[in-house]
T-cell receptor, first 116, second 114 residues
Framework: AQKITQTQPGMFVQEKEAVTLDCTYD???????LFWYKQPSSGEMIFLIY??????QNATEGRYSLNFQKARKSANLVISASQLGDSAMYFC?????????????FGAGTTVTVRA | DSGVTQTPKHLITATGQRVTLRCSPR?????VYWYQQSLDQGLQFLIQ???????AKGNILERFSAQQFPDLHSELNLSSLELGDSALYFC?????????????FGPGTRLTVL
């Protein structure tokens, strides 16, 4: 079964607008971490934001925020005030702590294209 | 810059050959993870080393092997290469000592098997 589901293969957003990228996850582990990474066309994977399963507040990092809805098992990424440099592939990933190895399971990714 | 280095950046080789990919983790990180990114499989975890010891194995083929050396750098060895092994191979490092344990990725090695 897929651990991470990203249902939006591609999205277009206007510069300066906000965009929400969907991510749902599947785990029975009570302790886990959720991550978002950005992969520009150059190929590197850039860490954006982290949310722990026991965190009471939604994580924020600059223009990135994570809308964590534990009961729904969703961890959507919100990018505010989009910039042309935000055009990239975005991956949601999960680490399940019960495994004790901290490996990440990734979704298929969402391509974001920011229009001027 | 994540602080994780990988060499080479690009590698072109022929079927049946063997290659070695190298990774140096961020200073202070004890864990190294290897991932493969391909068009059909997406991002897949291959193997993890922690302080020189293998800790976890994922979807790693028997033709592939890895090790982590005393200075904590790691090498991923791919042998009897097939066309389907063409992919972007990432190394990531983390400290595995905290509940956040963010994995920071290197720039990747793009392997093309002809």
């Amino acid at each position: 079964a897929q651990k991470i589901t990203q249902t939006q293969p591609g999205m277009f957003v206007q510069e300066k607008e906000a965009v929400t990228l969907d991510c749902t996850y599947d785990t029975s582990d009570p302790s886990y971490g959720l991550f978002w990474y950005k992969q520009p066309s150059s190929g590197e994977m850039i860490f954006l934001i982290y949310q722990g399963s026991y965190d009471q507040q939604n994580a924020t990092e600059g223009r990135y925020s994570l809308n964590f809805q534990k009961a729904r098992k969703s961890a959507n990424l919100v990018i505010s005030a989009s910039q042309l440099g935000d055009s990239a592939m975005y991956f949601c990933a999960m680490r399940e702590d019960m495994t004790n190895d901290y490996k990440l399971s990734f979704g298929a990714g969402t391509t974001v294209t920011v229009r001027a | 810059d994540s602080g994780v280095t990988q060499t080479p950046k690009h590698l072109i080789t022929a079927t049946g050959q063997r290659v070695t990919l190298r990774c140096s983790p961020r200073s202070g990180d004890l864990s190294v993870y290897w991932y493969q990114q391909s068009l059909d499989q997406g991002l897949q975890f291959l193997i993890q080393y922690y302080n020189g010891e293998e800790r976890a194995k994922g979807n790693i083929l028997e033709r592939f092997s890895a090790q982590q050396f005393p200075d904590l750098h790691s090498e991923l060895n791919l042998s009897s290469l097939e066309l389907g092994d063409s992919a972007l191979y990432f190394c990531a490092s983390g400290d595995s000592g905290s509940t956040t344990d963010t994995q920071y990725f290197g720039p990747g090695t793009r392997l093309t098997v002809l």
